[in-house]
């Protein structure tokens, strides 16, 4: 701080964590070395890159400036010796956590869980307590009724939905009940 202007704010002239570039100079610099390793952008997400080598498929994900291999264990020492040879890069081993999504491997399945994201879930909205049901949703449920809604916090609300809609991923039994309540989403009401 500067004696006599401690109330004045700074402004950052480098970044101070994380990336050393700006997102799309990162994203353009990976891209391109991708592409000359022969990877093929996905159509559907173009965070997917995937090729195909003597048959067997290679898929990398990026998140942010997290990198995601699977494939053929060759192919994927390859692709790392590649990336270290031009990035300042560290190796995280198997990915057990990410995302809320947790992750396990033995030598014949994957499984995947949202176990402990499902616990964040009910300890943020503070429904630890809460009891299960065998249909997640109540019958016949009337979401359009107004005589309640000053009981809910629609901001509240929009976040619950978000975490629900995620956990869907692994819990496709409740897609039904959370795409419902989703279309009823709470919308803060203006007072005159």
């Known amino acids: 701080m500067i004696h ?38 996905s ?3 173009p965070n997917i890159y995937y ?10 994900v990026l998140y942010v400036d997290d990198m995601f291999l699977t494939g053929d ?36 399945e994957i499984f995947l869980s949202q176990g402990k994201y499902t616990i ?7 429904m630890m307590d809460c009891k299960s049901m065998a249909t997640p949703m109540v019958m016949n449920l009337n979401l359009l009724s107004d ?7 629609p901001m509240m609300y929009k976040q619950l939905i ?10 496709p039994d409740i897609f039904f009940a959370v795409n419902t309540l989703s279309q009823c989403m709470v919308e803060p009401r203006h007072v005159h």
């Open 51 to 60: 090729k195909i080598e003597d048959d067997f498929p290679f898929i990398l």
């Open 73 to 108: 264990d060759k192919l994927i020492d390859e692709c790392k010796r590649e990336f270290t040879s031009y990035f300042k890069m560290k190796d995280l081993g198997l990915m057990h956590y990410f995302l809320g999504l947790e992750v396990w491997k033995s030598p014949d």
């Open 147 to 153: 005589s309640y809604s000053y009981l809910f916090d």
């Open 4 to 41: 006599g202007k401690e109330s004045h704010v700074c402004k950052l002239k480098i970044v101070l964590y994380g990336l050393k570039m700006t997102p799309r100079a990162w994203y353009g610099k990976i891209d391109s070395f991708l592409m000359r390793l022969g990877f093929t952008k």
């Open 162 to 171: 978000r975490y629900l809609m995620h956990l869907v991923n692994t819990n």
């Open 120 to 126: 964040e879930i009910l300890q943020i909205f503070e």
């Open 43 to 45: 159509d559907a997400d």
